[in-house]
């Protein structure tokens, strides 16, 4: 083929020209023409469609199946383990691409076959003598629907859970039986504690004291217990303060 480039020369001195599209220039009045070769104009492009049918004569009055590919009767060839091989590799001492090499090809590691293959949707669906399409609805029972026998049936199922709940309620509750926690006991039991000595400084815990203010034991407990309900009011950590302001 003959065309005109870029550089003003003919195809036939370079077979890149005719090829190149860096090269070829469009000619006058057309497109730019691919300079990948084509099949002639009569070729058709596409798949050729093989297997004809007969048409829905054929698939009415018999079924065609398809028939098993030849490679899938061949036995297949099993797997070879690479996991257990190296693993047998380095237990025997090869550590090296030569040494593993060699083992790979002294001994011969497969993996186990599945002993039982599960069932394919498409091998167990559907089962035998299975009929498709919705079952007829049964007839409506219009005596009962007429004698209201639904809304007895609901009002005794209703009437058994509330008389069901209130049982187990009262189980539950077990009147008369109180339960014990740990609150509780520690209120109700409290353990006998002696009143703590008045504080002494460290060089006198170990006298006796020489003065007695008081005229008796029962003035003494008479004035503490005075001072226990009196320094409520007061200031101080003892309560020895002057009279605390009324908080408004």
Not at 176 to 205: I, N
Not at 210 to 223: D, G, I, Y
């Amino acid at each position: 083929m003959m065309s005109r480039t870029s550089e003003g020369k003919l195809g036939a001195q370079r077979d890149t020209l005719d090829t190149n599209p860096l090269l070829i220039d469009p000619e006058v009045g057309q497109v730019k023409r691919p300079p990948y070769p084509l099949p002639p104009n009569q070729f058709t492009y596409g798949r050729a469609n093989i297997n004809k049918d007969g048409g829905v004569n054929e698939a009415l009055t018999q079924w065609k199946t398809q028939e098993r590919p030849s490679y899938l009767a061949q036995p297949r060839r099993m797997q070879r383990d690479f996991v257990a091989l190296n693993r047998a590799a380095v237990s025997a001492g090869m550590v090296n691409a030569r040494e593993l090499y060699q083992f790979s090809a002294v001994n011969d590691f497969t993996l186990r076959e599945k002993s039982a293959k599960r069932p394919s949707m498409r091998e167990t669906y559907p089962p035998k003598g299975m009929t498709f399409g919705k079952a007829t609805r049964p007839s409506t029972p219009l005596w009962d629907v007429l004698e209201h026998k639904y809304q007895r049936d609901w009002l005794d199922e209703t009437r058994q859970q509330a008389d069901h709940g209130e049982t187990l309620h009262k189980e539950r509750s077990m009147p008369g039986v109180v339960y014990e926690t740990k609150a509780s006991l520690l209120r109700r039991h409290c353990e006998p504690a002696d009143p703590q000595p008045p504080w002494r400084m460290p060089r006198f815990q170990k006298k006796e004291a020489h003065l007695q203010t008081f005229r008796s034991p029962q003035a003494k407990a008479n004035s503490f217990e005075h001072h226990r309900l009196d320094r409520v009011g007061r200031t101080g950590m003892f309560g020895h303060g002057v009279y605390a302001a009324a908080k408004t």
